[in-house]
Protein backbone atom coordinates (compact mmCIF):
# COMPACT_ATOMS: atom_id res chain seq x y z
CA UNK A 1 0.00 0.00 0.00
CA UNK A 2 1.19 3.47 -0.27
CA UNK A 3 0.28 6.57 2.10
CA UNK A 4 0.48 9.32 -0.53
CA UNK A 5 -2.79 11.30 -1.74
CA UNK A 6 -4.16 8.87 1.61
CA UNK A 7 -6.24 9.67 4.76
CA UNK A 8 -3.46 8.38 6.52
CA UNK A 9 -0.71 10.97 5.06
CA UNK A 10 -2.83 13.89 5.86
CA UNK A 11 -3.14 12.89 9.44
CA UNK A 12 0.64 11.96 9.61
CA UNK A 13 1.21 15.69 8.63
CA UNK A 14 -0.63 17.03 11.08
CA UNK A 15 1.20 14.52 14.03
CA UNK A 16 4.56 16.15 13.23
CA UNK A 17 3.37 19.49 13.43
CA UNK A 18 2.10 18.58 16.60
CA UNK A 19 3.55 16.06 18.73
CA UNK A 20 6.86 15.72 20.05
CA UNK A 21 9.52 14.02 17.93
CA UNK A 22 10.10 11.75 20.45
CA UNK A 23 9.25 8.64 18.76
CA UNK A 24 10.24 9.75 15.19
CA UNK A 25 6.60 9.35 12.44
CA UNK A 26 4.99 6.25 12.57
CA UNK A 27 4.24 4.36 9.50
CA UNK A 28 0.91 4.25 9.80
CA UNK A 29 -2.81 6.03 11.73
CA UNK A 30 -4.34 2.68 13.31
CA UNK A 31 -8.06 3.04 13.87
CA UNK A 32 -9.56 0.25 15.24
CA UNK A 33 -8.56 -3.95 15.78
CA UNK A 34 -10.15 -6.80 16.37
CA UNK A 35 -9.00 -10.21 17.63
CA UNK A 36 -5.44 -10.35 16.49
CA UNK A 37 -6.15 -7.87 13.56
CA UNK A 38 -5.48 -4.05 13.43
CA UNK A 39 -6.83 -1.52 10.72
CA UNK A 40 -5.49 1.32 9.79
CA UNK A 41 -6.92 5.23 8.80
CA UNK A 42 -7.14 3.75 4.74
CA UNK A 43 -9.25 0.58 5.53
CA UNK A 44 -6.06 -1.84 5.38
CA UNK A 45 -5.81 -4.85 7.52
CA UNK A 46 -2.25 -5.67 9.06
CA UNK A 47 -1.91 -9.63 11.44
CA UNK A 48 -0.45 -7.62 14.65
CA UNK A 49 2.14 -9.58 15.53
CA UNK A 50 3.61 -7.04 18.07
CA UNK A 51 0.79 -6.10 19.87
CA UNK A 52 1.01 -3.23 20.91
CA UNK A 53 4.72 -3.92 22.24
CA UNK A 54 3.22 -7.34 24.74
CA UNK A 55 0.49 -5.12 25.67
CA UNK A 56 -2.59 -6.52 23.84
CA UNK A 57 -2.54 -9.63 25.31
CA UNK A 58 -6.15 -10.40 24.67
CA UNK A 59 -5.66 -8.59 21.15
CA UNK A 60 -8.30 -5.96 20.25
CA UNK A 61 -11.64 -5.71 21.73
CA UNK A 62 -11.87 -8.51 23.33
CA UNK A 63 -15.53 -9.30 24.79
CA UNK A 64 -14.36 -10.06 27.98
CA UNK A 65 -12.14 -6.90 28.53
CA UNK A 66 -14.08 -4.62 26.63
CA UNK A 67 -17.61 -5.75 29.00
CA UNK A 68 -15.47 -5.34 32.04
CA UNK A 69 -14.25 -1.86 31.39
CA UNK A 70 -17.57 -0.65 30.28
CA UNK A 71 -19.31 -1.92 33.62
CA UNK A 72 -16.59 -0.34 35.36
CA UNK A 73 -16.10 3.23 33.46
CA UNK A 74 -19.97 3.46 34.55
CA UNK A 75 -19.87 3.01 37.94
CA UNK A 76 -16.40 4.78 39.07
CA UNK A 77 -13.41 5.33 36.93
CA UNK A 78 -11.74 6.67 39.76
CA UNK A 79 -11.77 7.07 43.52
CA UNK A 80 -7.80 8.19 44.22
CA UNK A 81 -5.76 6.63 46.71
CA UNK A 82 -7.35 8.15 49.80
CA UNK A 83 -10.57 4.73 49.40
CA UNK A 84 -9.95 1.77 48.03
CA UNK A 85 -12.21 -0.35 45.65
CA UNK A 86 -13.52 -4.04 45.22
CA UNK A 87 -11.85 -4.25 42.38
CA UNK A 88 -8.45 -2.86 43.34
CA UNK A 89 -8.44 -5.56 46.28
CA UNK A 90 -9.52 -8.39 44.40
CA UNK A 91 -6.68 -7.41 41.94
CA UNK A 92 -3.82 -7.70 44.27
CA UNK A 93 -5.43 -10.58 45.72
CA UNK A 94 -5.12 -12.17 42.55
CA UNK A 95 -1.34 -11.25 41.32
CA UNK A 96 -0.11 -12.11 45.07
CA UNK A 97 -1.90 -15.44 44.03
CA UNK A 98 -0.84 -16.04 40.53
CA UNK A 99 3.06 -14.83 41.68
CA UNK A 100 3.13 -18.14 43.90
CA UNK A 101 3.76 -15.05 47.01
CA UNK A 102 3.75 -15.93 50.78
CA UNK A 103 2.10 -14.41 53.33
CA UNK A 104 2.93 -11.18 54.04
CA UNK A 105 3.66 -10.16 50.57
CA UNK A 106 2.00 -7.18 49.27
CA UNK A 107 1.44 -4.91 45.82
CA UNK A 108 2.18 -1.36 44.85
CA UNK A 109 -0.29 -0.55 41.84
CA UNK A 110 1.27 2.06 39.30
CA UNK A 111 0.34 2.96 36.11
CA UNK A 112 3.30 2.03 33.59
CA UNK A 113 5.99 -0.33 33.84
CA UNK A 114 9.01 2.42 34.45
CA UNK A 115 6.72 3.59 37.64
CA UNK A 116 6.66 0.26 39.18
CA UNK A 117 10.91 0.33 38.68
CA UNK A 118 10.89 3.35 40.08
CA UNK A 119 9.14 2.19 43.15
CA UNK A 120 11.18 -0.73 43.19
CA UNK A 121 14.65 1.33 43.12
CA UNK A 122 13.06 3.18 46.12
CA UNK A 123 12.29 -0.74 48.04
CA UNK A 124 15.90 -1.23 47.46
CA UNK A 125 17.11 2.23 49.00
CA UNK A 126 14.93 1.28 52.47
CA UNK A 127 17.76 -1.84 52.71
CA UNK A 128 20.46 1.58 53.93
CA UNK A 129 22.34 0.01 51.04
CA UNK A 130 22.53 2.14 47.53
CA UNK A 131 24.60 -0.18 45.39
CA UNK A 132 22.12 -1.69 42.23
CA UNK A 133 23.24 -3.69 39.64
CA UNK A 134 21.70 -4.14 36.31
CA UNK A 135 22.81 -6.29 33.43
CA UNK A 136 24.15 -4.81 30.36
CA UNK A 137 21.57 -4.75 27.55
CA UNK A 138 18.70 -4.29 30.51
CA UNK A 139 15.84 -2.07 29.65
CA UNK A 140 13.47 -1.03 32.39
CA UNK A 141 11.94 2.48 31.38
CA UNK A 142 12.65 5.75 30.65
CA UNK A 143 11.88 7.78 34.04
CA UNK A 144 15.23 8.78 35.16
CA UNK A 145 15.31 6.34 37.94
CA UNK A 146 14.64 3.31 35.60
CA UNK A 147 17.20 5.05 32.83
CA UNK A 148 19.70 4.33 35.90
CA UNK A 149 19.09 0.79 34.82
CA UNK A 150 18.77 1.02 31.40
CA UNK A 151 22.41 0.14 29.79
CA UNK A 152 22.03 1.20 26.67
CA UNK A 153 24.24 4.55 25.93
CA UNK A 154 21.74 6.67 23.45
CA UNK A 155 19.21 6.63 25.48
CA UNK A 156 21.24 7.51 29.19
CA UNK A 157 23.68 9.59 27.99
CA UNK A 158 22.08 13.15 27.05
CA UNK A 159 20.46 12.51 30.35
CA UNK A 160 23.58 11.80 32.94
CA UNK A 161 24.32 12.49 35.51
CA UNK A 162 21.76 9.90 36.96
CA UNK A 163 20.90 7.99 39.58
CA UNK A 164 24.47 6.92 41.60
CA UNK A 165 25.16 3.43 42.47
CA UNK A 166 24.05 1.66 39.85
CA UNK A 167 26.43 -0.74 37.56
CA UNK A 168 25.82 -2.53 34.40
CA UNK A 169 27.27 -6.59 34.47
CA UNK A 170 27.18 -8.68 31.59
CA UNK A 171 23.65 -10.45 31.38
CA UNK A 172 23.52 -14.27 31.97
CA UNK A 173 27.48 -14.34 33.42
CA UNK A 174 26.93 -16.14 36.68
CA UNK A 175 30.57 -15.15 37.41
CA UNK A 176 30.55 -11.53 36.95
CA UNK A 177 27.17 -11.28 38.25
CA UNK A 178 29.08 -13.22 41.72
CA UNK A 179 32.06 -10.72 41.32
CA UNK A 180 29.94 -7.69 41.49
CA UNK A 181 27.57 -8.74 44.32
CA UNK A 182 28.94 -7.62 48.11
CA UNK A 183 27.37 -6.19 50.99
CA UNK A 184 27.19 -2.86 49.86
CA UNK A 185 24.57 -4.32 47.32
CA UNK A 186 20.96 -3.29 47.87
CA UNK A 187 19.13 -4.70 44.96
CA UNK A 188 20.11 -6.87 41.92
CA UNK A 189 17.73 -5.85 38.76
CA UNK A 190 17.43 -8.52 36.14
CA UNK A 191 15.11 -9.48 32.99
CA UNK A 192 14.65 -13.64 33.22
CA UNK A 193 14.78 -12.54 29.06
CA UNK A 194 15.71 -9.45 27.87
CA UNK A 195 12.79 -7.87 25.49
CA UNK A 196 14.08 -4.67 23.91
CA UNK A 197 17.81 -6.01 23.91
CA UNK A 198 16.58 -9.10 21.44
CA UNK A 199 14.63 -11.14 23.10
CA UNK A 200 17.86 -12.64 24.72
CA UNK A 201 17.11 -15.89 27.31
CA UNK A 202 20.31 -16.61 29.62
CA UNK A 203 18.06 -19.64 30.59
CA UNK A 204 16.33 -20.50 33.91
CA UNK A 205 19.89 -21.22 35.68
CA UNK A 206 20.82 -17.82 35.55
CA UNK A 207 18.00 -16.68 37.89
CA UNK A 208 19.04 -19.53 40.31
CA UNK A 209 22.22 -18.52 40.50
CA UNK A 210 21.11 -14.90 41.12
CA UNK A 211 18.98 -16.28 43.93
CA UNK A 212 21.71 -17.80 45.59
CA UNK A 213 24.31 -14.88 45.64
CA UNK A 214 22.35 -11.84 46.30
CA UNK A 215 20.63 -14.14 49.31
CA UNK A 216 24.28 -14.80 50.64
CA UNK A 217 24.93 -10.59 50.37
CA UNK A 218 21.57 -9.74 52.05
CA UNK A 219 20.79 -8.15 48.50
CA UNK A 220 17.56 -7.75 47.17
CA UNK A 221 17.01 -9.83 44.18
CA UNK A 222 14.40 -7.90 41.63
CA UNK A 223 12.91 -9.27 38.59
CA UNK A 224 11.52 -7.01 36.12
CA UNK A 225 8.77 -9.28 34.33
CA UNK A 226 7.22 -5.84 32.81
CA UNK A 227 7.57 -7.87 29.65
CA UNK A 228 7.63 -11.43 30.29
CA UNK A 229 4.91 -11.74 32.73
CA UNK A 230 1.35 -11.95 32.65
CA UNK A 231 1.49 -14.96 30.64
CA UNK A 232 3.52 -13.83 28.02
CA UNK A 233 6.33 -17.02 28.26
CA UNK A 234 3.84 -20.00 29.36
CA UNK A 235 4.22 -19.33 32.48
CA UNK A 236 2.38 -16.40 34.62
CA UNK A 237 5.74 -15.08 35.41
CA UNK A 238 8.98 -16.19 33.39
CA UNK A 239 10.57 -16.50 37.10
CA UNK A 240 8.84 -19.09 37.78
CA UNK A 241 10.23 -21.28 35.68
CA UNK A 242 13.60 -20.95 37.44
CA UNK A 243 11.75 -22.48 40.82
CA UNK A 244 13.01 -19.48 42.91
CA UNK A 245 11.39 -16.72 45.04
CA UNK A 246 12.32 -13.41 44.29
CA UNK A 247 11.99 -10.79 47.16
CA UNK A 248 10.05 -8.55 44.13
CA UNK A 249 9.13 -7.99 40.25
CA UNK A 250 7.50 -5.48 38.14
CA UNK A 251 4.79 -5.80 35.97
CA UNK A 252 2.88 -4.00 33.49
CA UNK A 253 2.60 -4.31 29.46
CA UNK A 254 0.34 -7.52 29.23
CA UNK A 255 -1.32 -6.94 32.69
CA UNK A 256 -4.11 -4.66 31.66
CA UNK A 257 -4.64 -5.89 28.46
CA UNK A 258 -4.16 -2.24 26.55
CA UNK A 259 -5.56 -0.08 30.06
CA UNK A 260 -2.38 1.62 31.27
CA UNK A 261 -1.28 -0.20 34.67
CA UNK A 262 1.74 -1.54 36.32
CA UNK A 263 2.52 -2.86 39.80
CA UNK A 264 5.38 -3.93 42.18
CA UNK A 265 5.05 -6.66 43.96
CA UNK A 266 7.00 -7.73 46.92
CA UNK A 267 7.45 -10.82 48.09
CA UNK A 268 7.47 -11.96 51.96
CA UNK A 269 7.56 -10.22 54.97
CA UNK A 270 11.12 -9.05 55.48
CA UNK A 271 10.38 -6.90 51.44
CA UNK A 272 7.10 -6.04 51.75
CA UNK A 273 7.94 -4.20 55.34
CA UNK A 274 10.74 -1.63 53.49
CA UNK A 275 7.87 0.49 51.99
CA UNK A 276 5.48 2.00 55.27
CA UNK A 277 3.30 4.38 55.40
CA UNK A 278 3.97 7.99 53.53
CA UNK A 279 6.51 6.45 51.83
CA UNK A 280 5.34 6.38 48.02
CA UNK A 281 2.50 7.22 46.54
CA UNK A 282 0.63 7.83 43.10
CA UNK A 283 -2.45 9.74 41.94
CA UNK A 284 -3.91 6.96 38.83
CA UNK A 285 -2.55 4.09 40.66
CA UNK A 286 -4.60 1.17 40.97
CA UNK A 287 -8.00 2.99 40.07
CA UNK A 288 -11.23 0.78 39.43
CA UNK A 289 -10.98 1.26 35.82
CA UNK A 290 -7.30 0.31 35.40
CA UNK A 291 -7.55 -3.01 38.31
CA UNK A 292 -11.12 -4.00 36.87
CA UNK A 293 -9.56 -4.24 33.02
CA UNK A 294 -6.60 -6.03 34.61
CA UNK A 295 -8.61 -8.62 36.68
CA UNK A 296 -10.79 -9.18 33.20
CA UNK A 297 -7.40 -9.94 31.32
CA UNK A 298 -6.55 -12.62 34.10
CA UNK A 299 -9.58 -14.41 34.54
CA UNK A 300 -9.26 -14.85 30.40
CA UNK A 301 -5.99 -16.11 30.61
CA UNK A 302 -6.69 -18.95 33.56
CA UNK A 303 -10.40 -19.62 31.75
CA UNK A 304 -9.52 -19.91 28.22
CA UNK A 305 -6.06 -21.88 29.50
CA UNK A 306 -3.95 -19.38 27.72
CA UNK A 307 -0.59 -20.43 29.53
CA UNK A 308 -1.10 -24.10 27.95
CA UNK A 309 -2.30 -22.24 24.84
CA UNK A 310 0.67 -19.42 24.11
CA UNK A 311 3.30 -22.51 25.26
CA UNK A 312 2.65 -24.60 21.83
CA UNK A 313 2.05 -21.60 19.59
CA UNK A 314 5.09 -20.64 20.75
CA UNK A 315 6.81 -24.12 19.92
CA UNK A 316 4.64 -24.13 16.97
CA UNK A 317 5.86 -20.85 15.53
CA UNK A 318 9.15 -22.28 16.12
CA UNK A 319 9.23 -25.40 14.82
CA UNK A 320 7.14 -23.87 11.24
CA UNK A 321 9.91 -21.17 10.93
CA UNK A 322 12.82 -23.88 11.13
CA UNK A 323 11.27 -25.90 8.95
CA UNK A 324 11.46 -22.78 6.48
CA UNK A 325 15.33 -23.58 6.20
CA UNK A 326 15.66 -20.37 4.63
CA UNK A 327 19.38 -19.01 4.46
CA UNK A 328 19.02 -15.58 6.00
CA UNK A 329 16.97 -16.96 9.56
CA UNK A 330 18.77 -18.10 12.33
CA UNK A 331 17.39 -20.28 15.11
CA UNK A 332 14.48 -18.57 16.85
CA UNK A 333 14.94 -17.34 20.60
CA UNK A 334 12.84 -16.93 23.21
CA UNK A 335 10.32 -18.24 24.87
CA UNK A 336 6.06 -18.82 24.27
CA UNK A 337 5.21 -15.71 22.53
CA UNK A 338 7.91 -14.11 23.47
CA UNK A 339 10.21 -14.56 20.01
CA UNK A 340 12.82 -12.75 17.89
CA UNK A 341 13.29 -14.41 14.62
CA UNK A 342 17.20 -13.78 14.25
CA UNK A 343 18.49 -12.56 10.78
CA UNK A 344 22.13 -13.62 9.24
CA UNK A 345 22.07 -9.76 7.68
CA UNK A 346 20.86 -6.20 9.33
CA UNK A 347 17.59 -6.56 7.21
CA UNK A 348 15.35 -6.53 9.87
CA UNK A 349 14.15 -3.04 9.24
CA UNK A 350 13.59 -3.64 5.55
CA UNK A 351 11.97 -6.46 6.68
CA UNK A 352 9.20 -4.89 8.84
CA UNK A 353 8.40 -2.60 6.01
CA UNK A 354 8.07 -4.93 3.89
CA UNK A 355 6.03 -6.83 6.18
CA UNK A 356 3.59 -4.10 7.06
CA UNK A 357 3.25 -3.49 3.19
CA UNK A 358 2.66 -7.39 2.67
CA UNK A 359 -0.48 -6.92 6.34
CA UNK A 360 1.74 -8.31 8.79
CA UNK A 361 2.88 -5.77 12.06
CA UNK A 362 6.66 -7.02 13.16
CA UNK A 363 9.17 -5.32 15.11
CA UNK A 364 12.55 -4.80 14.19
CA UNK A 365 13.83 -4.72 17.70
CA UNK A 366 17.68 -5.04 16.11
CA UNK A 367 19.54 -4.59 12.93
CA UNK A 368 19.22 -8.05 12.90
CA UNK A 369 15.97 -9.72 15.07
CA UNK A 370 12.66 -9.17 14.16
CA UNK A 371 10.67 -9.16 17.61
CA UNK A 372 7.11 -11.10 18.04
CA UNK A 373 4.59 -10.66 20.84
CA UNK A 374 1.53 -11.09 19.54
CA UNK A 375 -1.48 -11.07 21.59
CA UNK A 376 -1.61 -14.32 23.68
CA UNK A 377 -5.04 -15.56 21.66
CA UNK A 378 -3.59 -15.85 18.28
CA UNK A 379 -4.08 -19.37 16.81
CA UNK A 380 -1.46 -21.28 15.24
CA UNK A 381 -3.09 -20.61 11.50
CA UNK A 382 -2.30 -17.01 11.57
CA UNK A 383 1.36 -17.29 12.95
CA UNK A 384 1.41 -19.61 9.39
CA UNK A 385 0.14 -16.48 7.17
CA UNK A 386 3.03 -14.98 8.57
CA UNK A 387 5.85 -17.70 8.20
CA UNK A 388 4.50 -18.57 4.33
CA UNK A 389 5.10 -14.70 3.96
CA UNK A 390 8.18 -15.05 5.38
CA UNK A 391 10.68 -16.32 2.28
CA UNK A 392 8.89 -13.88 -0.46
CA UNK A 393 9.46 -10.88 2.01
CA UNK A 394 12.97 -11.88 2.65
CA UNK A 395 13.94 -12.24 -0.80
CA UNK A 396 12.26 -9.11 -1.87
CA UNK A 397 15.20 -7.73 0.06
CA UNK A 398 18.12 -8.92 -1.79
CA UNK A 399 20.62 -7.00 -2.67
CA UNK A 400 18.92 -4.21 0.04
CA UNK A 401 21.35 -4.92 3.00
C1 LIG B 1 8.57 -1.80 28.52
C2 LIG B 1 9.46 -2.15 29.65
C3 LIG B 1 9.68 -1.27 30.72
C4 LIG B 1 9.09 0.12 30.76
O1 LIG B 1 7.71 0.11 30.78
P1 LIG B 1 6.89 1.47 30.41
O2 LIG B 1 5.47 1.09 30.66
O3 LIG B 1 7.21 1.77 28.99
O4 LIG B 1 7.38 2.52 31.32
C5 LIG B 1 10.49 -1.70 31.77
N1 LIG B 1 11.05 -2.92 31.76
C6 LIG B 1 10.87 -3.79 30.75
C7 LIG B 1 11.49 -5.14 30.81
C8 LIG B 1 10.10 -3.43 29.65
O5 LIG B 1 9.94 -4.28 28.63
Request: overall charge negative.
Amino acid sequence: MTTTDSHQAGLLERYRRSLLGVFGTPPLVLSHGEGCYVWDADGHRYLDLVGGIAVNALGHGHPALVSALSKQAAEAIHISNLFTSVPQIELAERLLQIAGAPEGSGVFLANSGAEAIEAAIKLSRRTGRQQIIAAEGAFHGRTTGALALTSKAAYREPFEPLLPGVSHIPYGDVDALRAAVTEATAAVVLEPLQGEAGVIDPGPDYLVAAREITQAAGALLIIDEIQTGVGRTGEWFAFQASGIQPDAITVAKGLGGGVPIGALITFGERSSALLTAGQHGTTFGGNPLATAGALAVLDTIEQSDLLRHVTRAGQHLVDQVAALDHPLIVPVRGRGLLRAIPLREPVAPALAAAAREAGFIVNPVSPQAIRLAPPLIITPEQLDTFVAALPGLLDSLEGQS
